[in-house]
């Protein structure tokens, strides 16, 4: 199956079905229910029948679907046998963090390299280096990285994105409370952590 036919949301959901079947499959387990991954991951069942159907696995009655083969074919959709490396712009609180976290558990995205205007400059977090904004342009054509996460303070997110995208950024993960905008052929996921932390707190109280 073409990964260009499998619908947005159903894309969205593999990373987790990935991880998940990868957990699974590492406890020596062969066969997993809709029912069983429903309950692990909260996701309806018949979405996980849905999804999976686009990946020609339709699961038997009372036999589940078949882990190393779902395996097979998410790894081959999500691309995760070349790992994808990425750029941090702003090293800032959250841009520090990220840095030290940088995806350790998930060995297939790393982030390689980050920028700021400030006196972080020049020196690694997690190993990972921080060069000047001046030389984005330079250092994203020289490491043809097409993938960058946004930590500035908003005053400067779009100006940012906008040199992200003219320097060929493909993706971005915007963690600032902007709406950035972009053409079409560029994708844009925003992370709102404190919209988010509300939301949370405003469901629990209503
Ligand atoms: P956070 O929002 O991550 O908690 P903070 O409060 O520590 O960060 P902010 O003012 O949000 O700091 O700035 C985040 C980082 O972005 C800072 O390190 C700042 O130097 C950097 N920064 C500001 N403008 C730009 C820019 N145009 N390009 C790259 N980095 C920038």
């Given at each position: 199956?073409?990964?260009?036919?499998?619908?947005?949301?159903?894309?969205?959901?593999?990373?987790?079905?990935?991880?998940?079947?990868?957990?699974?499959?590492?406890?020596?387990?062969?066969?997993?229910?809709?029912?069983?991954?429903?309950?692990?991951?909260?996701?309806?069942?018949?979405?996980?029948?849905?999804?999976?159907?686009?990946?020609?696995e339709l699961g038997r009655k009372g036999?589940?679907?078949?882990?190393?083969?779902?395996?097979?074919?998410?790894?081959?959709?999500?691309?995760?046998?070349?790992?994808?490396?990425?750029?941090?712009?702003?090293?800032?609180?959250?841009?520090?963090?990220?840095?030290?976290?940088?995806?350790?558990?998930?060995?297939?995205?790393?982030?390689?390299?980050?920028?700021?205007?400030?006196?972080?400059?020049?020196?690694?977090?997690?190993?990972?280096?921080?060069?000047?904004?001046?030389?984005?342009?330079?250092?994203?054509?020289?490491?043809?990285?097409?993938?960058?996460?946004?930590?500035?303070?908003?005053?400067?997110?779009?100006?940012?994105?906008?040199?992200?995208?003219?320097?060929?950024?493909?993706?971005?993960?915007?963690?600032?409370?902007?709406?950035?905008?972009?053409?079409?052929?560029?994708?844009?996921?925003?992370?709102?952590?404190?919209?988010?932390?509300?939301?949370?707190?405003?469901?629990?109280?209503n």
């Amino acid at each position: 199956m073409e990964e260009n036919k499998i619908p947005q949301a159903t894309a969205k959901r593999l990373p987790l079905y990935y991880r998940h079947l990868n957990n699974l499959h590492q406890q020596g387990k062969q066969r997993v229910s809709s029912k069983e991954l429903s309950e692990a991951l909260k996701v309806d069942s018949a979405t996980i029948r849905k999804d999976f159907s686009y990946f020609g696995e339709l699961g038997r009655k009372g036999y589940g679907y078949d882990i190393q083969h779902l395996i097979y074919f998410f790894r081959k959709t999500l691309d995760q046998d070349e790992i994808s490396r990425v750029a941090l712009v702003g090293v800032g609180n959250l841009g520090t963090a990220l840095l030290n976290y940088n995806f350790i558990k998930n060995n297939n995205t790393k982030i390689e390299i980050a920028f700021d205007t400030n006196d972080k400059v020049d020196k690694t977090i997690g190993g990972v280096p921080i060069y000047s904004v001046d030389d984005l342009e330079k250092e994203l054509k020289r490491t043809e990285i097409t993938v960058a996460i946004l930590t500035v303070p908003m005053q400067a997110a779009d100006e940012m994105t906008e040199r992200l995208v003219n320097a060929g950024i493909e993706g971005i993960l915007n963690f600032t409370p902007s709406r950035l905008s972009v053409p079409d052929t560029v994708r844009v996921h925003h992370i709102d952590l404190s919209v988010e932390l509300q939301s949370l707190i405003y469901f629990l109280k209503n």
